[in-house]
């Protein structure tokens, strides 16, 4: 059974950081794109980051870029997201994703080309 489980989230104030991390398990995890969303009340889930399969390229949503970093341990099958200065507009559930097909990006800033998700983490950034 594969299963994706976050950790890290919480409560903190603006210009904080934090630390995400998503263990996979049941799956291979090499060869597969891992992704980061986030969804805010009342809102559609949005693209946050992705990493390739070697960990050596990155994409960030425009609203990140500078801020998250997206990381991976291929030996630890876990995806980390480093979040600095956070702003109140970061509050949302954050959801790590492995993507749906080996060695591809087909659509890697859609939820679509995701095929396991995890439960999600609330991040909540007071002002």
Known sequence: ???LVEAGGGL??????????????????????MGWFRQAPGKAREFVAVINWSGDNTIYAESVKGRFTISRDNAKNTVYLQMNSL???DTAVYYCAQGRNRYSYNSYGSPAAY?????????????
């Open 1 to 3: 059974q594969v299963q």
């Open 12 to 33: 903190v104030q603006a210009g904080d950081s934090l630390r995400l991390a998503c263990a996979v398990s049941g799956r291979t995890f090499s060869g597969y794109l």
């Open 87 to 89: 702003k109140p507009e």
């Open 115 to 127: 095929v396991t998700w995890g439960p999600g983490t609330q991040v909540t950034v007071s002002s």
